[in-house]
Nanobody
Framework: QVQLVESGGGLVQAGGSLRLSCAAS????????MGWFRQASGSEREFVAV????????GYADSMKGRFTISRDNAKNTVYLQMNSLKPEDTAVYYC????????????????WGQGTQVTVSS
């Protein structure tokens, strides 16, 4: 049974930082591209960042470039999202997702999803 478990969310002031983690089990982690998505209340799920199986290819939504960094540790079956210079508009539930084929920014293309972790940025 595949499980993706996010952690690291919380309440932070604007300008602060958080590091999200997503621990994967039940799949051959190094064979999967991993993505981070987020969903604010009343909004659709949106792409945040993606990383390929080896960590050599990454991609970001325009509004996250320069502030967020995605990385992975295949030895620990974990993907990370370092979030700096957080803004109130970054408030959302953040989800990690796994895709058996290559990295892509389209949510419906992902095979497995975590339950999400809440990030709240106060002004």
């Amino acid at each position: 049974q595949v499980q993706l478990v996010e952690s690291g969310g919380g309440l932070v002031q604007a300008g602060g930082s958080l590091r999200l983690s997503c621990a994967a089990s039940g799949l051959t982690f190094r064979s999967y591209a991993m993505g981070w998505f987020r969903q604010a209340s009343g909004s659709e799920r949106e792409f945040v960042a993606v990383i390929d199986w080896g960590g050599g290819v990454t991609g970001y939504a325009d509004s996250m470039k320069g502030r967020f960094t995605i990385s992975r540790d295949n030895a620990k079956n974990t993907v990370y999202l370092q979030m700096n210079s957080l803004k109130p508009e970054d408030t959302a539930v953040y989800y990690c997702a796994a895709r058996r084929v290559g990295p892509i920014s389209i949510a419906r293309a992902y095979d497995y999803w975590g339950q999400g972790t809440q990030v709240t940025v106060s002004s």
